[in-house]
C-alpha cells in the first residue's frame, strides 16, 4: 500500500496526475487587464464543444434567476462578467482532465456533481448575503474536492476502499487517515501549489474539512465553502455514494459569516440545485 510520503511524491511529480491542459493553463493566465484576452477566453471555450456545453450549462444554474437563459460563450461574457466566466471555465476544464474509464464515471459523475452544487451554493450565498461578493467563490467552492478526483483518477484502489470505509466509520478524515495516511485536503492543496493555482484555493482545500480558523488570510473563505459543501450534501449531492455527512463547525463558521441558518438556506435553494442533475 502507498504510504503518506510515496503519493505525496506520486502527486509532486505529477507521476499518475495529468498536467494542467493547455486550456486550462491558458485561461488560468488569462486577465481581464488585457483587452484582447477577452476574446481569447471566448475563442478558448468555444473551440472545445464539450466544455463549452458544460460552461454553458453551470453558467446558466450559478446565474439561475439573474442572467438566465444564457445562450452563447459571448453572452455568458456579457452577463456575468470576464472573471465569473473564466472561473466557471478554468473548474471545467480541470474537472475534465480526470475524466477516465467508464468504470469510474459514476464515482467521477457524483463528485461533479457535488462540486458544481457546492461552487453554486457559494456563489448565491456569497451574493445574496456577503458584503463583498467575489467571483472566486464559485471558483473556490467548485474546486475544494479536487483531491478527491485524483484520488479517484490516480488511485482508484484506495478510493474505493476509502468508500467501503465509510460505511463502518462515519468520517471521511479518519478512513482517508486510515487507508492513505493521508487525506484528499492534502492531496488537493499538493496538487494545486504545483498546478500554480492562486493561494486562496490552497487553503480553501487545505483546510475545508477543519475548523476554518485555521486558515490565517482566507478563514471567512473556507468557512463559506464548508458551509455551501454542507447544504449541498443535505440536498442529496454527496461526494460518495456512501451518504455520510462532512465536518461542519457551524458555530466556528457562523462567527465569520453573518448569513442565514443552514435549514433556511436548504429551503431557498432547493430549487435552483435542481438543476445540477440535468447537467
Ligand atoms: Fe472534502
Ligand atoms: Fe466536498
Known sequence: MNSKTDIRIDIQKLKKLPTLSWTAERILNLTSKELT?????????????PIMSKV????????????????????????????????????I???????????????????????????????????KFLNEPSEDNFATGVLHDIGLFALNYAFYEQFQKIEQA????????????KILGTTHSEMGKWL????????????VILYHHEPPQKSVKYAKNVALVQLSNSIAEKLGYHPFE????S????????KLLDVPEPEELVNELKEILKEVENL
Request: net charge neutral; charged share 30%; with cysteine.
Open 247 to 254: 465536518e461542519f463547525y457551524r458555530e466556528k463558521v457562523y
Open 56 to 91: 454553458l450549462g453551470v453558467a446558466n444554474i450559478v446565474y439561475f434567476g439573474i442572467y438566465k437563459p444564457i445562450t452563447t460563450v459571448k453572452d455568458a461574457l456579457l452577463k456575468i462578467g470576464f472573471k465569473a466566466l473564466k472561473n466557471i471555465a478554468l473548474s
Open 242 to 245: 456512501v451518504k455520510i455527512e
Open 93 to 127: 476544464s480541470i474537472f475534465s482532465l480526470f475524466k477516465s474509464s467508464q468504470e469510474k464515471e459514476k464515482s467521477y459523475m457524483r463528485l461533479f456533481k457535488h462540486s458544481i452544487a457546492t461552487g453554486t451554493v457559494c456563489q448565491i450565498i456569497s451574493e
Open 192 to 203: 494545486a501549489e504545483i498546478w500554480g493555482l492562486p493561494e486562496i484555493f490552497c487553503d
Open 166 to 177: 465509510l460505511s463502518r466509520e462515519n468520517s471521511l478524515t479518519q478512513a482517508e487517515k
Open 37 to 49: 484576452h477577452l476574446d481569447e477566453l471566448v475563442d478558448i471555450i468555444e473551440r472545445d464543444p
